[in-house]
Structure formats: C-alpha cells, structure tokens
C-alpha cells in the first residue's frame, strides 16, 4: 500500500463554504469528477445557517467539518489541519475545477520538485457560469516573488496546489478581512521557489456577493499585505515593491471609476461617502471628471423634469430624450389597437419575421466556428450560408424519416448512432422549445461535440405560438437565465456565452405580427433584458 501512495500520493480539496450551500454541490461535483485520483474532499462550514451540511453530507466520502463562524482564514487553517493528502488545494465553495485540474498540477510539481507551489490559469465566469472577459497576467517563468510584489499574477487561490508540509510553517493569517492568499502567496515566495503555468484548471464565479467587488475595503488590506513585505526588501526589491503599490492602486480605483460612471445613467442616487473619499484620494482628476459628470447628467433630467409634456414629447420624437413616458390617457395606440395581430405567420408574410434577424445576426457574428464536421438540425441552410468553405462535411438530423435530406434521422434526445466526438459544430436554432425532455437534447449535444468543438443555440423568449405544423410540438419559451442554468448543468466546465435579444417595442411589433422591415434596425439593436424575445448560447466545449 505504501508503494502505491508513493506513485500516487493523495491530494486533499479542502472546500470552505460560508452561507453558500446553493453553489457546493457543483464545487464537490468538480472535485469528484477529476481524472486524477486519490483525492480526499474536506468541507469546512465556517458557520453557515443554511443548508451547507445537508448538501455537503448528501455526498459520499466527503469529510465534513463544523466550526463556528471565524472567517475564511481561519476556516482554511482548519482544512489544511484535517488533510491528510501530500498536497492541498483550497476550493471557495461558489467556484470549481476543470476535470484535469488536479493531474496538471500534480504533473507541474513533479516536474519541478524544488517548487513547493505550484498556480495555474483560471476562467472569471458570472453567476450563472457564462464567460467573463479575461483579465490574466500572462505566464510567469521566473522571478516569483519580484512578479508577485507587482501583482498578483495568480488571481484565483483555487488553482494553487501547495505541498502539505507548508502549513507545519505557514498559516494563513486570520487577521485579515481580505487577501490572505496573497498574502501567504508572498510569504511562501519569498523563501522557497514556486513555479506556475497557464493551463485553466478553474472557473471563478463573480457575483454580487464576492468580497472582491468592494474596492476600497479590498485595495485597503492589499496594501496592507503588500507593505507588510517592506522589512524584508533587498535594495533590487524596492523598485518593484513601488510598482506594485501603483498598480494596485490604479487597478481598484478604475474598478471603482468605471462602477460608478456606468451608475450615472442608471441611478440618480449618489455613491456612498466612502467611494467618494476613495476616489478623491487616490485619483483627484478622475474624482473631478466624474462630479463635474454627475452634476451635468443631474442637472439636465431636472430641466427636463420641469419641462411640459408636450415639449418633452418633441424632444422624444426628435431622439433627444428616450425617457418620456406619457401621461395617463394620453397613449396613442393607433393600429395597434387590435385584438388581433397583423401577421398569424410570425410576419413573413410581411418581409420576414422579426426574431430572424437576431438569430442570422448571431450565426454571422460565428460564422469562423461553422467549420470542419457540422450538424444541423432540421436542414442545413445556415451551415451552407454561413458556414461556406470552412465546412468539410454537412450532415442533417431530422425527426421525419420522410425527410430525404436528412443524414441522421432520429429524435436528438436519443441518437446512440450518431458516435460521440463526432462534429466540430452544431447549430440548433429554434427547435428545443419543441422538445419536452430539452435537457437531454443538450446532453446529447455535449456528447457529440468534439473537444473544442461548438455549439450554436438559439431559442424563443417571448414569442407567438405556432398555429400550424408545430402547434402541439410548441412546449417551452425560455429566458437567458433558463438557458444559463441548462447550459451550466449539460455543458459543465465549458465555455459558455449567453445573451437575450430584444426590447418592449421589437417584442410588441414580433407579436403584432409586424414585419422585419417595418422595424427600424435602431429599434432592433437596442437590447432591454426585460423584454426577450430570442436567446442566443456559444458554448465551446471543455
């Protein structure tokens, strides 16, 4: 037995969860789902008061352990003393790993023995798993700890695999209300190697309750951590410890810039008074420039305010104001004071319909991923007009045997002959609304899907419901969080991209019966979440 822990030696997740008992069970499914075993699960409850136990003892073989609320530093200290693996990786409940995580660290520091750390790539994902933009560093090669006082290169603690013998030394520091990775980062760096790589291995979901989205209180204790590192500099060191008080410095303070310039437009309220003072203080000219903003923006919706309806109804007609609302009894419904639409053919009779031009928008926008191997389903019009030279092989799958062009003939939901990794790219527009188990129409996509490989999705929001052939096939209508919680379910780990399309108006005229091109293309390119009427899905699969 001890030969073979030597060749595979054991690796513990410890997975601290406070209050987050809603996103544990996809990080535990993460950790059980790696190719690398034996991997030891220690879920630390740092007081939760929801139902953290109950999912956390649902799972078989995972060590639940209790403290009282103490603070995620204290909560890792705990986990790190309950682990009996050779190596540690430390997983926030609301985050998870890459089925290969664990394997490429664990390859990484067997490569290089000497590190007794090792840090990976990461993908920022919302609260519902789409991709966020990518803010990483780019791959660090040498110089750790000079790289790690200019910023912290490594983001996201989930890709970290420490060697267990650090923590007989080291202990996170439970005097901070933030940073403590970072911190523990610069300690370990500065006096042992550690070595990193740029594979992703994890997903880090941003939310509204992140730590990280309160930029002055995290810009306070980053400086903290980092100035702790003072006493310790050679004269070579101080440079670099400079840089970094200013990058961090201009990092938060964009952050919080940006936050509140976008609020302008949205929110008449001001900023609390200690974003204002954070603002002043570390960037007095931005600080200016938003005021100055602020009070402009202020000032004209109070003129306007006072002004009367009729002439803000001009204003509106001229697009100087988009904000009139007219009062009471004074809408003027014209023709659309009907009980029936214009169009019972979701206006095609009318110059095509609305929805298919956020769907072709969608496709076009794609197009260099319709290559290769690709599946349609029900014809191949779009993978012929988009898709052009770049595709090598068109296949048709279609529910109807009587179909002469389809390739594949079956129901999606189960097509055991169609061969797993089989296409490059599948596009499914404006079907899975007809098919009652949709999930496993998306799994099978999945299993189909080539590594690397697409998939296109579009599906109807607010919409008629088809009066002919499909009338009792028309099951569902979705929203982008549906699609967002579907799409995180079946295609786990992937890259997924999620959007709605659609406003009040386009959705009013898609109902109506209106045509394409009696909808301006201004109208149509103005997107109002509220009001969906087609959602599109990329998703790139893991």
């Given at each position: ?28 499914e ?35 352990v ?14 790190a ?5 050779k190596?540690?990786?430390f ?17 990484h ?44 290169y490594?983001?996201?603690?989930a ?38 790589h740029?594979?992703k ?28 590192q003072?006493?310790?500099?050679a ?50 000219k ?14 004209r ?37 009907r ?23 969608f ?45 594949y ?22 079907t899975?609304?007809?098919?009652y ?31 002919g ?37 386009v ?36």
């Amino acid at each position: 037995m001890g030969a073979v822990e030597n060749i595979m030696p054991k690796v513990t997740v410890v997975v601290v969860c406070y209050n987050q008992g809603r996103f544990l069970s996809q990080a535990i499914e993460s950790v059980k789902r790696q190719t690398y075993q034996p991997v030891e699960i220690v879920v630390v409850d740092d007081g939760s008061t929801d139902n953290t136990r109950q999912v956390a003892e649902s799972f078989d073989g995972v060590q639940y352990v209790y403290q009282k609320n103490a603070g995620l530093s204290a909560a890792r200290n705990t986990g790190a003393g309950h682990a009996k693996g050779k190596y540690i990786v430390f997983l926030d409940a609301d985050d998870w790993l890459y089925e290969e995580a664990i394997a490429i660290n664990l390859g990484h520091l067997k490569r290089n023995k000497h590190c007794v750390f090792v840090s990976g790539g990461h993908d920022k994902v919302d609260k519902w798993g789409d991709l966020l933009p990518d803010e990483s560093c780019g791959l660090i090669t040498k110089n750790h700890y000079i790289e790690l006082l200019q910023a912290n290169y490594i983001g996201m603690h989930a890709t970290v695999m420490y060697q267990a013998s650090l923590f007989s030394e080291f202990q996170f520091d439970t005097s901070l209300g933030a940073c403590e990775d970072y911190d523990l980062y610069l300690r370990i760096a500065r006096k042992y190697p550690v070595c990193a790589h740029d594979e992703k291995i994890a997903a880090y979901r941003i939310h509204d309750s992140n730590m990280s989205r309160d930029y002055a209180k995290m810009l306070d204790h980053v400086l903290k951590v980092l100035n702790r590192q003072k006493p310790h500099l050679a004269r070579h060191e101080e440079v670099h410890f400079r840089k970094g008080l200013k990058n961090w410095k201009d990092y938060y303070t964009s952050k919080l810039y940006a936050s509140m310039w976008h609020q302008i437009d949205v929110d008449s309220t001001w900023p609390n008074l200690r974003s204002l003072k954070f603002l002043f203080r570390h960037k007095p000219k931005k600080f200016l420039t938003y005021v100055v903003k602020k009070v402009g923006t202020d000032a004209r919706n109070g003129v306007k305010a006072g002004l009367p309806d009729s002439m803000l109804k001009v204003l509106h007609e001229a697009g100087v104001y988009r904000n009139y609302i007219p009062p009471v009894g004074k809408i003027n419904t014209g023709d659309l004071e009907r009980l029936t639409p214009f169009s019972t053919d979701f206006g095609f009779d009318r110059g095509g319909a609305i929805d298919r031009y956020y769907i072709e928008q969608f496709i076009s926008s794609n197009s260099d991923l319709i290559r290769g191997s690709v599946l349609e389903i029900g014809d191949n019009e779009y993978t012929m007009r988009f898709g052009k030279s770049l595709v090598s092989k068109s296949d048709i799958l279609h529910v109807d045997e009587s179909n002469t062009k389809a390739t594949y003939v079956g129901d999606i939901t189960n097509v055991p002959q169609i061969p797993s990794g089989q296409f490059d790219c599948i596009i499914f527009t404006q079907t899975l609304h007809l098919i009652y188990d949709f999930k496993s129409a998306l799994r099978t996509c999945y299993r189909i899907l080539k590594p690397g490989g697409c998939l296109l999705l579009t599906v109807p929001g607010i919409s008629q419901v088809d009066k002919g052939l499909w009338k009792e096939y028309w099951l569902w209508s979705f929203t982008d969080a549906a699609i967002r919680r579907v799409m995180a379910e079946t295609f786990n780990g992937s890259q997924v991209e999620v959007a709605s399309h659609g406003n009040v108006h386009v959705a009013s005229a898609f109902l109506y019966g209106m045509g394409l091109p009696e909808v301006s293309t201004r109208s149509l390119d103005f997107n109002d979440p509220a009001y969906q009427v087609i959602i599109t899905a990329k998703a790139i699969k893991h």
